[in-house]
C-alpha cells in the first residue's frame, strides 16, 4: 500500500515553456503533498508543501509565480513550472502524506527528471 | 534551527563487511526520525522509522537503526553489506510539523 506515482517520468522542454507534474497516491487519500528539488548529487530540498483545496505554503526562496501548485484533490497534486530556463533543470519529486495519521510518515514518488535546452 | 547531519558524505565497504552511516540531528524533543535509499534515478525508499519506544528499530533489508537520546545520534547499521546495498542514503527527521529536514546524504560504493 501506500503508493506515489509521478507523470511524467523524464521530459525535456524548450526554455520559455512551461512544464507540469503530476503526483497521485494510487491507493490512499492524501491530505498533504509535498514537493521536492534534488540537485545533482545533492539532498532533497523541500519547495512547498500543498493541502488539498487550499493554497500551497512555498518554502523561503521559492517563487510561487514560478512553481504553480494545485492540489485539487486528495489524490492529486501538481506541479507547474513555469517559463522553465535551464536553470531549472532538475530532480522533482512529491510525497504524501496522512495528515494526524500516527507516524508522520511521508510517502514518496519515483521523481520527474526535468531539462531545460 | 532543526539541521540534520551526515558527516560521511561517501563511505566505501567490501561485500560482507559491516556498515555503519551516521546522522545527527539538532532538536529540542525527540523528532521522528527516518532512515531512506535512494538508487541513481530513482525516488525514495523508506528503510525504517523511528518514533518512540525500544531505541534499535530494524528495517527491511536486514537494515537496524538505533536512536541515541544522548548523542541526537540514529545512526544505520548493517552487518554484512551486500553489492546490492550501493545507493544514496538519506536520514530526515520530523519535528512534528509533518515537514522533513534530510540530511545531506551518504553514497556508498561496495566493492566486489
Known amino acids: 500500500g501506500a503508493v506515489v506515482s509521478q507523470h511524467p517520468s523524464r521530459v525535456i522542454c524548450k526554455s520559455g515553456t512551461s512544464v507540469k507534474i503530476e503526483c497521485r497516491s494510487l491507493?490512499?487519500?492524501?491530505?498533504?503533498m509535498f514537493w521536492y528539488r534534488q540537485f545533482p548529487k545533492q539532498s532533497l530540498m523541500l519547495m512547498a508543501t500543498?493541502?488539498?483545496?487550499?493554497?500551497?505554503?512555498?518554502e523561503q526562496g521559492v517563487e510561487k509565480d514560478k512553481f504553480l501548485i494545485n492540489h485539487a484533490s486528495l489524490t492529486l497534486s501538481t506541479l507547474t513550472v513555469t517559463s522553465a530556463h535551464p536553470e531549472d533543470s532538475s530532480f522533482y519529486i512529491c510525497?504524501?502524506?496522512?495528515?494526524?495519521?500516527?507516524?508522520?510518515?511521508?510517502?514518496f514518488g519515483p521523481g520527474t527528471r526535468l531539462t531545460v535546452t | 534551527a532543526q539541521s540534520v547531519t551526515q558527516p560521511d558524505i561517501h563511505i566505501t565497504v567490501s561485500e560482507g563487511a559491516s556498515l555503519e552511516l551516521r546522522c545527527n540531528y539538532s532538536y529540542g524533543a525527540t523528532p521522528y526520525l527516518f532512515w531512506y535509499v535512494q538508487s541513481p534515478g530513482q525516488g525514495l525508499q523508506l528503510l525504517l522509522k523511528y518514533f518512540s519506544g525500544d531505541t534499535l528499530v530494524q528495517g527491511i533489508k536486514g537494515f537496524e537503526a538505533e536512536f541515541k537520546r544522548s548523542q541526537s545520534s540514529f545512526n544505520l547499521r548493517k552487518p554484512s553489506v551486500h553489492w546490492s546495498d550501493a545507493a544514496e542514503y538519506f536520514c530526515?527527521?520530523?519535528?512534528?510539523?509533518?515537514?522533513?529536514?534530510f540530511g545531506t546524504g551518504t553514497r556508498l560504493k561496495v566493492l566486489a
Open positions: 510525497s504524501a502524506s496522512i495528515l494526524d495519521s500516527l507516524d508522520y510518515e511521508q510517502y
Open positions: 530526515a527527521v520530523d519535528s512534528g510539523t509533518y515537514k522533513y529536514i
Open positions: 500543498s493541502n488539498e483545496g487550499s493554497k500551497a505554503t512555498y
Open positions: 491507493d490512499f487519500q492524501a491530505t498533504t
